[in-house]
T-cell receptor
């Protein structure tokens, strides 16, 4: 019973392609997030959604478009992929943003 | 942007020894949290300390928080090889809507 599950786990694609990463949580949390972890292991928040509504967009390029069809799902679509998009993307959820976050196992995106 | 820095960036100790990691942050906070990340895996929440608390314990973990110095420390006592991982501190802002991470400490515990 994975609490936060994201797919796929690995994604290798060519520059210029469009790809999506899916995330689902079964914890009943109201808030979901996308984080990006770069090659130096720095974690940076990208987006935050509360009950399907966008709360935070941390100056992420327009090529990244999150979509939350319901509060249990937060998908990330990336257009026109660039080499610099290569990273590990983590989905997370939290009940109200102040308690501990539960993270998915990550999607390693490699753009070639 | 990163909230702050962690010190040291890497730490290597023998099994049974204690490990201490430090974290500094820049802005006022609602709470501070510590996470563990095993290689190639997601982050696991370890412990949360609120801005009005000074010390907290959970099993072999002890966390301190000094809001006047904007710093925190994580102590792992009697370390085990299984504790080998990266440890991240993260802060929740006063609005309670963002968790911002530090750079992490890579801990290696040698058997």
């Amino acid at each position: 019973d994975t609490a936060v599950s994201q797919t796929p786990k690995y994604l290798v694609t060519q520059m210029g392609n469009d790809k999506s990463i899916k995330c689902e949580q079964n914890l009943g949390h109201d808030t979901m997030y996308w984080y990006k972890q770069d090659s130096k292991k720095f974690l940076k928040i990208m987006f935050s959604y509360n009950n399907k509504e966008l709360i935070i967009n941390e100056t992420v390029p327009n090529r990244f478009s999150p979509k939350s069809p319901d509060k249990a799902h937060l998908n990330l679509h990336i257009n026109s992929l660039e080499l610099g998009d290569s990273a590990v993307y983590f989905c997370a959820s939290s009940q109200d943003g102040t308690e501990g976050y539960t993270f998915g196992s990550g999607t390693r995106l490699t753009v070639v | 942007s990163q909230q702050g820095e962690e010190d040291p960036q890497a730490l290597s100790i023998q099994e049974g020894e204690n490990a201490t990691m430090n974290c500094s942050y820049k802005t006022s906070i609602n709470n501070l949290q510590w996470y563990r990340q095993n290689s190639g895996r997601g982050l696991v929440h370890l412990i949360l300390i609120r801005s009005n608390e000074r010390e907290k314990h959970s099993g072999r973990l002890r966390v301190t928080l000094d809001t006047s110095k904007k710093s925190s420390s994580l102590l792992i006592t009697a370390s085990r090889a299984a504790d080998t991982a990266s440890y991240f501190c993260a802060t929740v802002n006063n609005a309670g809507n963002m968790l911002t991470f530090g750079g992490g400490t890579r801990l290696m515990v040698k058997p």
